[in-house]
């Protein structure tokens, strides 16, 4: 059980344009959705924290109008880049929690975004 | 801000032997923990947690020893495999948020 999913696993777009990613949460009902950024040879920093049906609350220095996150639904956060450019290329990847603020977070495989 | 720290970015060790994987963090007062591994291209995967009233925990081949005095944080793996190469995060709740330390690729030699 516990199983979250991303899609798509990658994506390649053009500098400019904008790209959805989708966190699923496939056997649960996650009240609270992360955003993790990862470059590479780095490890993962988290972005926002979203809560269903409520405004997503972001970590200092990323930008809310780039970065546009929803979360509709108990199964589903989806992260928005807008007009993307080359330095937003990364991994990304997000993590549902099913429970209170300590309970665990299960995370997705997470998408390689890379803008050309 | 606090952050979690590692000691060692690589390690390297001969499949079957033990591996130690260190990790300090500077927030005395966490009180939660835990170790990721994550393979190329996935994401994390849990491994094993901890909470500040132990100092260890024993998962199927793996270890977690936490020392509150020195704020030093570490899991062992028994018996490396192959399978066992990756990257090694902990991570920190804080704040109701994970705080990931740098990470360590252990490699096993055949």
């Known amino acids: 059980g516990a199983v979250v999913s991303q899609h798509p696993s990658r994506v390649i777009c053009k500098s400019g344009t904008s790209v959805k990613i989708e966190c699923r949460s496939l056997?649960?009902?996650?009240?609270?959705m992360f955003w993790y950024r990862q470059f590479p040879k780095q490890s993962l920093m988290l972005m926002a924290t979203?809560?269903?049906?409520?405004?997503?609350?972001?970590e200092q220095g990323v930008e809310k109008d780039k970065f546009l996150i929803n979360h509709a639904s108990l199964t589903l956060s989806t992260l928005t880049v807008t007009s993307a450019h080359p330095e937003d290329s990364s991994f990304y990847i997000c993590?549902?929690?099913?429970?209170?603020?300590?309970?665990?977070?299960?995370f997705g495989p997470g998408t390689r975004l890379t803008v050309t | 801000g606090e952050s979690v720290g590692l000691h060692l970015p690589t390690l390297s060790v001969q499949e079957g032997d033990n591996s130690i994987i260190n990790c300090a963090y500077s927030?005395?007062?966490?009180?939660?923990f835990i170790w990721y591994k994550q393979e190329s291209g996935k994401g994390p995967q849990f491994i094993i947690d901890i909470r500040s009233n132990m100092d260890k925990r024993q998962g199927q081949r793996v270890t977690v020893l936490l020392n509150k005095t020195v704020k030093h944080l570490s899991l062992q793996i028994a018996a490396t495999q192959p399978g066992d190469s990756a990257v090694y995060f902990c991570?920190?709740?804080?704040?109701?948020?994970?705080?990931f330390g740098q990470g360590t690729r252990l490699t096993i030699n055949p």
């Open positions: 056997d649960f009902q996650a009240t609270t």
């Open positions: 979203s809560n269903e049906g409520s405004k997503a609350t972001y």
């Open positions: 993590s549902a929690q099913a429970g209170g603020p300590s309970s665990e977070q299960y």
């Open positions: 991570a920190e709740s804080e704040d109701q948020k994970l705080v």
């Open positions: 927030n005395s007062a966490s009180d939660y």
